[in-house]
């Protein structure tokens, strides 16, 4: 297949990604409630909490992007020290605190989709932002960056985070703290899982290509072949995931809803404010779209590992969980397009 041809069919995905999107989401749920034990099927093809066609197609998903990413310039983002502070503070103290504040106000009643909330917003998002980010032309190598810090902090944090908000923060507005016990080891078999394969493939590929076919090669035939499996894997993810839960989705939609309208406040609130405050700060599109989209997601797979570790795989944090990223794809589909509404008014630093 020539260059030219896998330009003209990512350009086709790419213009009517949209459709394409809530048609995946249709036909995931139309599968998972006419195909009998749908979601036993898939839930059957699991290693502990890890599911592999999930894994598979987030894996394949943000290879195309890391392959894209110019690794000897991701040093190049400590050159913009006030600009990360101000990202790690709106990604780290008022991410989480906004999450805390949103569940305990709409799912106070809901005990255990309140918990599962809470869990979604201690950490940001290391997989599916890099995949919105590209779709927006965002900088790449600080995605990269941000991304590869944030899974660090995540390792190290995550646990005490939980026990702060869990324990701590929630007594304070008169409901019983709860116990949360994650070790690093489990945090980071996540994080190695859903970034550290995708990354290393990424980085040997391009340093073994470019290598072998130089990189003129790599860039106008190996990119532009790869890039559509980006797309492709995305659709493939979301028949997955919601042929995985289709069923749920019909039979208590009242549930997902309660759960989708704080998450939709926390997306949006997350991205504009981050893509303002970065704006104001004189930050390129490309930079002001990567800490955005940074900011905004959040790391549904290990919320996801936690709550089914801890409470159990039918638990109401693990629904909350799994509700999660099904309000995210079109949720996040929607700030892609607001990014790239405002690029186009962009004044300054284009």
């Keep these: 297949m020539s260059t030219q041809s896998n330009l003209k069919q990512l350009s086709f995905l790419d213009r009517f990604l949209t459709l394409w999107i809530f048609l995946a989401m249709i036909l995931g749920i139309i599968i998972g409630n006419i195909v009998p034990n749908m979601d036993q099927k898939l839930d059957a093809l699991s290693y502990g909490t890890t599911n592999i066609p999930l894994a598979v ?30 990202s790690f503070f709106i990604t780290w103290i008022v991410g989480p605190f906004l999450m805390f504040l949103l569940a305990v106000f709409f799912l106070r009643e809901h ?8 869990i979604i917003g201690l950490a940001p998002c290391i997989a ?8 927006a032309d965002g900088n790449r190598e600080l995605v990269a960056g941000l991304v590869g810090i944030n899974s660090l902090l995540q390792v190290f944090f995550f646990s005490s985070y939980a026990y702060f908000y869990l324990e701590i923060v929630l007594p304070f507005v008169g409901i019983d703290g709860l116990h949360l016990d994650v070790s690093m080891l489990e945090i980071a078999q996540t994080v190695g ?16 290509l470019i290598r072998q076919k130089g990189e003129e090669w790599f860039t106008r035939t190996f990119i532009p072949f790869v890039s ?11 028949v997955v995931m919601f042929s995985l839960k289709g069923k749920m ?4 939609p009242m549930d997902v809803l309660t759960i989708a309208v704080p998450l939709i406040i926390y997306f949006a609130v997350m991205f504009v404010l ?8 004189g930050a390129s599109y490309s930079d002001t779209a990567a800490l955005s989209f940074t900011a905004s997601g959040n790391n549904f797979e290990l919320a996801i590992a936690v709550s089914i570790g801890v409470f159990g795989i039918h638990s109401g944090e693990a629904f909350a969980g ?11 589909i929607l700030l892609v397009k607001f990014a790239q509404f405002w690029r186009k008014k962009w004044t300054t630093n284009p």
């Design 57 to 86: 197609g987030l894996i394949l998903m943000m290879y195309p992007p890391l392959t894209k990413v110019q690794f000897s310039k991701i040093p190049n983002i400590l050159s913009k020290p006030k600009l990360l502070l101000v």
């Design 111 to 118: 005990s255990e989709y309140m918990t599962g909330l809470i």
């Design 128 to 135: 599916m932002v890099i995949v919105w980010n590209e779709l």
């Design 193 to 208: 899982v859903y970034l550290g394969i995708p990354f290393v493939c990424a980085v040997l590929s391009r340093t073994w």
């Design 228 to 238: 559509p499996i980006t797309l492709i894997s995305l659709l493939f993810t979301i």
């Design 249 to 252: 989705m019909l039979s208590i």
């Design 274 to 281: 981050m893509f303002f405050v970065s704006k104001k700060m």
């Design 322 to 332: 799994v509700v999660g990223p099904l309000v995210e794809v079109p949720a996040l």
